[in-house]
């Protein structure tokens, strides 16, 4: 019986959750709307704001708060966000934006082409993050949504590697306020041989001088190596036949909104939230147990 009522208010409380996040993306694709169709303040460069910096600086800043990415796995926890570093820097050509290292080749006023190297993030979902425990609250592994789905758990397949992307990044800044984003990696250690692609579109608005908001929306593509080798079932994973997935490539669609509001010269106070709606060469996998990735984050960063 106390089982019982124990996997029923952990269920409660991932609905509640879930919920609230519903409502906030409406409010997010709301403002996306109105902030693409209707004309803002522009974010110049002398207000050294983050989408605008100094070259030849660094620009390192620290937020703590409290914040959660989830994890679509059948076993899979969610990522705690509490303490997240942001490390920046502009030279001429060589930059580094948070995991991102990169070396720009052509620019122009409105166009750069650079090259890029990054961590692939799949494998972050099959990693065991034991500092969620002291963060944020644990829904047990025993609910299920769809109890008449058939699934495999996570810890019960074959490892998943690290994967390190390389390839091409370009830039358009369509205007003051307006930045097209489109990225075209494979892995160059060879993990999936695959590739993977992100188209993404900006929106940064300056709603007074110390608040400062960007909305985003986009879609990351995965080809059929990459699908297949992270979210695939194999009969190396030693699971049921029955359980045999092979993933197909597809597109996730995405939408972002990141608020910030300077507090003073040094504080910002911070709110972000994404949603990924995941399409159906993962959400088929019966790796996968929720059909969307998201995450949400509210703290305040600090820059040095």
């Given at each position: 019986m106390t089982n019982q009522c124990y996997i029923t208010t952990e269920l409660e409380l991932r609905k509640l959750l879930l919920l609230s996040i519903n409502r906030i993306l409406i409010t997010t694709v709301l403002l996306i709307y109105i902030f693409l169709s209707s004309p803002a303040a522009s974010a110049q460069c002398k207000q050294a704001d983050d989408n605008c910096?100094?070259?030849?600086?660094?620009h390192i800043s620290t937020a703590l708060?409290?914040?959660v990415l989830t994890n679509p796995l059948h076993g899979g926890?969610?990522?705690?966000l509490v303490v997240l570093p942001y490390i920046h820097y502009y030279g001429e050509q060589f930059f580094i934006e948070n995991n991102v290292i990169g070396y720009s080749l052509l620019q122009s006023e409105d166009v750069i082409l650079s090259v890029i190297s990054q961590l692939n993030r799949e494998k972050s979902f099959f990693t065991q993050w034991q500092a969620k425990h002291l963060f944020i609250p644990t829904f047990s592994d025993t609910v299920n949504l769809q109890p008449e789905k058939e699934y495999v758990n996570q810890n019960e397949i074959k490892k998943r590697k690290w994967a390190l992307d390389g390839g091409v990044q370009v830039n358009w800044f369509i205007s003051d306020t307006i930045e097209l984003k489109a990225q075209l990696l494979h892995d160059i250690n060879n993990v999936y041989q695959g590739f993977n692609s992100q188209l993404r579109l900006d929106k940064f608005i300056s709603l007074s001088n110390n608040t400062r908001v960007n909305a985003a929306i986009g879609l990351n593509w995965q080809s059929q190596k990459l699908s297949n080798y992270y979210y695939g079932i194999s009969p190396s994973d030693k699971v049921a036949v029955r359980s045999l997935y092979q993933a197909k490539s597809g597109s996730n669609p995405f939408i972002s909104l990141n608020i910030r509001h300077q507090l003073s010269q040094h504080w910002q106070a911070q709110f972000f939230i994404k949603r990924e709606f995941l399409g159906s060469h993962i959400s088929n996998s019966p790796l996968i147990q929720e059909s969307n990735i998201s995450s949400a984050f509210v703290g305040v960063v600090y820059a040095f």
């Open positions: 910096v100094l070259t030849g600086q660094w708060g409290a914040g926890e969610n990522i705690p």
